[in-house]
């Protein structure tokens, strides 16, 4: 009994270690890495004699106004301030809770392995969208606000079901497996059509473009694959866990092709 409930605490402190390191860990990586790549445009700052003439000092309140003096982080009040805050906020929540979720399916045994390299391999794409947006705000900046968006709800809908399917005693229906196979096919036909030939195959694009649509491709080639990869060819089109309600294959390779025509049909118009 003792053992018992001496491991449930370890599986719970386990995960819930693991789920807030993540949102810790990734954003000073993120900055690393574009340093990588962008510290040839970085320049010194002058601490003592640099100051900011945009910020409106509102919450400092009388402690300074005007022009105000070197701080490593300014804000103002503005609507757009509280959208990033939101975001920040919403985004650091969402990411532990499935982190966490995810280590605690690992330390009782119930995960699905394959769905975690998925879930790991996207996480790129969805720190990507998180920080476009933030950056969309602060910069007033929103050419590309719904293009973004049609790719971030979409990769949102794929990671649910390998979240959903991460745990072993959800059932691996065809229909879930090819959800996400019709979602990954429709980002590669969308970022081939887009940047990634440019950039990639013909070589175009600076070294950060690159790696950063290598980053979006990979993921999306895995997405395809690996569930593909768990379909049972020999006992008719089934996957393991599938019921007889799931059998007509062809209405739900209809639906996948349906699917990612509509999608390349809305990307191109947004």
């Given at each position: 009994?003792?053992k018992?409930?001496?491991?449930s605490?370890?599986n719970?402190?386990?995960?819930?270690i693991?789920?807030?390191?993540?949102?810790?860990?990734i954003?000073?990586?993120?900055?690393?890495?574009?340093y990588?790549?962008?510290?040839?445009?970085?320049?010194?700052?002058?601490?003592?004699?640099?100051?900011?003439?945009c910020?409106?000092?509102?919450?400092?309140?009388?402690y300074?106004?005007?022009?105000?003096?070197?701080?490593?982080?300014?804000?103002n009040a503005?609507?757009n301030?509280?959208?990033?805050?939101?975001?920040?906020?919403?985004?650091?929540?969402?990411?532990?809770?499935?982190?966490k979720?995810?280590?605690?399916?690992?330390?009782k045994k119930?995960?699905?392995?394959?769905?975690?390299?998925?879930?790991m391999?996207?996480l790129?794409s969805?720190y990507?969208?998180?920080?476009?947006?933030?950056?969309?705000?602060?910069?007033?900046?929103?050419?590309?606000?719904?293009?973004q968006?049609?790719?971030?709800?979409t990769?949102?809908?794929s990671?649910?079901?390998v979240?959903h399917?991460?745990?072993?005693?959800n059932?691996v229906?065809?229909?879930?497996?090819?959800g996400?196979?019709s979602?990954?096919?429709l980002?590669?036909?969308?970022?081939?059509?887009d940047?990634?030939?440019?950039n990639?195959?013909?070589?175009?694009?600076?070294?950060?473009q690159?790696?950063r649509d290598l980053?979006?491709m990979?993921?999306?080639i895995?997405?395809?694959?690996?569930?593909l990869?768990s379909?049972?060819?020999?006992?008719?089109y089934?996957?393991?866990?599938?019921?007889?309600?799931?059998s007509?294959?062809?209405?739900d390779l209809?639906f996948?092709?349906?699917?990612?025509?509509?999608?390349?049909y809305?990307?191109?118009?947004?």
């Open positions: 009994m003792l018992k409930i001496i491991c605490m370890l719970t402190c386990g995960a819930n693991l789920g807030l390191l993540a949102p810790i860990v954003p000073p990586l993120h900055i690393t890495f574009i990588y790549f962008w510290h040839d445009f970085s320049r010194d700052v002058d601490k003592q004699f640099c100051s900011c003439s910020w409106d000092t509102v919450f400092k309140g009388s300074e106004s005007g022009i105000a003096s070197y701080k490593h982080m300014y804000f503005t609507s301030t509280v959208k990033i805050w939101v975001t920040v906020v919403f985004g650091i929540i969402i990411f532990y809770e499935t982190v979720h995810l280590a605690w399916l690992g330390f119930h995960l699905r392995w394959k769905m975690m390299i998925l879930f391999s996207a790129f969805h990507y969208s998180w920080w476009v947006y933030i950056n969309y705000w602060n910069d007033d900046f929103y050419s590309q606000w719904y293009h968006f049609f790719f971030s709800v990769e949102l809908v990671t649910i079901l979240v399917l991460a745990d072993q005693r059932l229906t065809r229909r879930k497996s090819f996400i196979v979602i990954a096919l980002h590669i036909l969308a970022s081939g059509w940047q990634f030939v440019t990639v195959v013909r070589g175009e694009g600076y070294a950060h690159i790696v980053g979006f990979i993921p999306d895995l997405h395809v694959i690996i569930p990869c379909l049972d060819m020999k006992k008719t089934l996957l393991p866990g599938t019921t007889l309600s799931d007509d294959i062809r209405a209809i996948m092709l349906g699917t990612i025509l509509v999608g390349l809305l990307c191109s118009v947004l």
